[in-house]
């Protein structure tokens, strides 16, 4: 167990929707990533929050959002959603710029 | 951007075999990490390392940061260690860049 924590586990769902995603980082690590696993595209990064504050962004779809609280928890938000946004979005979280600690991950999958 | 290799693609070992997985990647950079990622998708840190050499039980790795490559060494291997295995660069960007992976199947 890392101590990251992830709901849903599954979530099912259909064209066109909307999801969130939530991220609780291991307790007294300030940053919190997003990956996202796909079969076509392998493990990539999404965004990084550190301490509230985005801190860098990967090739993340428009149609996604992501945001850190003040209780350091995060949610990842995908719109309109698509066949192709179907995948294993995992959150990590460090201390700071070194070991990245991994959620057992959510499952989506868009029918 | 960076690029991360690794090789072999697949391994298939029986058990008590020993192997080595590597890892080649294109810049410098400021974290290295090794990745199980068993069959029911939970990616699992084996290792934090940069560089040198560090062991825990049956795995070791070591990162030659000047020559821009990491080895996984699994010794002893069981069915358990079966999975794929990740190595990911951060090249001082705030961002982990994971390799394809190294899909290993072990048989009793």
């Known amino acids: 167990d890392s101590g990251v924590t992830q709901t849903p586990k599954h979530l099912i769902t259909a064209t066109g929707q909307r999801v969130t995603l939530r991220c609780s980082p291991r307790?007294?690590?300030?940053?919190v990533y997003w990956y996202q696993q796909s079969l076509d595209q392998g493990l990539q990064f999404l965004i990084h929050?550190?301490?509230?504050?985005?801190?860098a962004k990967g090739n993340i779809l428009e149609r996604f959002s992501a945001q850190q609280f003040p209780d350091l928890h995060s949610e990842l938000n995908l719109s309109s959603l698509e066949l192709g946004d179907s995948a294993l979005y995992f959150c990590?979280?460090?201390?700071?710029?070194?070991?990245?600690?991994f959620g057992p991950g959510t499952r989506l999958t868009v029918l | 951007g960076i690029q991360v290799e690794q090789s072999p693609p697949d391994l298939i070992l029986q058990e008590g075999a020993n192997s080595t997985l590597r890892c080649n990647f294109s810049?410098?950079?400021?974290?290295l990490q090794w990745f199980h990622q068993n069959p029911w998708g939970q990616l699992i840190n084996l290792f934090y390392?940069?560089?040198g050499t560090k062991q825990n039980g049956r795995l070791s790795a070591t990162t030659v940061a000047t020559e821009r490559y990491s080895l996984l060494y699994i010794s002893s291997s069981q069915t358990t260690d079966s999975g794929v295995y990740f190595c990911?660069?951060?090249?001082?960007?705030?961002?982990?860049?994971f390799g394809t992976g190294t899909r290993l199947q072990v048989f009793p």
């Open positions: 990590a979280s460090s201390v700071g710029g070194d070991t990245q600690y």
């Open positions: 307790s007294g690590d300030l940053s």
């Open positions: 929050y550190y301490n509230g504050e985005e801190r």
């Open positions: 810049d410098s950079v400021n974290n």
């Open positions: 390392i940069p560089s």
């Open positions: 990911a660069v951060d090249p001082n960007t705030d961002k982990l860049i």
